[in-house]
């Protein structure tokens, strides 16, 4: 075999259907996915999330946005918490409190972007995840908010980045890591950087590159035709991909992968 830590998957023949056979049935079994984002513009990626996370079966789903938006949001919406808002419409620095706490109630936490560019919100995040060790999705704009922090982010286990093929190179260059990633390069040279990176770090990373949706982790990458990228910038990919792995959390991979064969 030319690459052995290379698997693909077809929508018709799944890498790990015992993944989709194992879902929990009862609701106490099922995780709880905190999904954390949203600013006074927007919230669109955390209302998709969160439909996408009660449509897959996770037993609780509770929101964190900031408080400007209290009167804005769906009815369809409700377990939603509120932070302090900072003159930008982001969460604010007084927000860490509630950030922490749905942290502690969490099996898992989504930071699913629409959180603005405030430098005041990117130093919350940041210490949010200096002091949270659970199972963490990051995706979407919540990526370049962090960037600052890109070092510990691959060095923290327990992490799954979803991002653009831009947000990986931006990746590289900020941790160092000797390759150039160009959109023009070939999938088996990026299939075999991401089999190196996912060695040298314990993070574990999707992307999209050649109509194909790349999940990486410690060492091994699936790939999986995919041609409809508007479910990743959307954040339903990374809200199924995070209740997959709430339920599978010592198997990153196998879990991601499998969100993907599901339509």
């Known amino acids: 075999m030319e690459h052995p830590y290379w698997h693909k998957q077809t929508l018709t023949a799944p890498l790990y259907p015992d993944i989709e056979w194992s879902k929990p049935e009862q609701k106490t079994n099922a995780g709880k996915l905190a999904i954390i984002g949203g600013n006074k513009l927007g919230f669109a990626g955390v209302a998709d999330a969160y439909q996408t996370a009660l449509g897959c079966g ?31 419409g982001s969460l604010a620095r007084d927000g860490l409190t509630e950030m922490k706490a749905i942290g502690s109630w969490a099996t898992g936490v989504l930071l699913i972007g629409d959180a603005g560019r405030n430098s005041e919100t990117a130093i919350v995040y940041e210490d949010f995840l200096r002091d949270y060790t659970g199972p963490l999705t990051i995706t979407r704009d919540a990526v370049d908010l962090i960037k600052h922090s890109s070092q510990s982010i691959v060095e923290r286990p327990n992490t799954l980045l979803i991002v653009s093929f831009a947000q ?39 992307v999209l590159h050649k109509d194909q949706l790349l999940v990486a982790s410690g060492g091994d990458v699936t790939s999986t035709p995919w041609d409809n990228p508007m479910t990743i910038w959307r954040g339903s990919v990374a809200a199924k991909a995070s209740a997959y792995w709430l339920w599978n959390p010592a198997k990153p991979l196998e879990a991601v992968t499998a969100s993907l064969a599901i339509n």
């Open 58 to 88: 996770v037993g609780d789903v509770r929101v964190l946005l900031p408080d400007v938006l209290r009167k804005t949001i769906p009815a369809t919406m409700t377990d939603v918490v509120f932070g302090a808002t900072n003159p930008s």
């Open 168 to 206: 990986l190179q931006k990746l590289f260059q900020m941790v160092y890591y000797p390759k150039v990633l160009t959109f023009s390069m070939q999938l088996t040279s990026l299939v075999e950087s991401l089999h190196k990176f996912t060695i040298t770090y314990p993070v574990s990373v999707t």
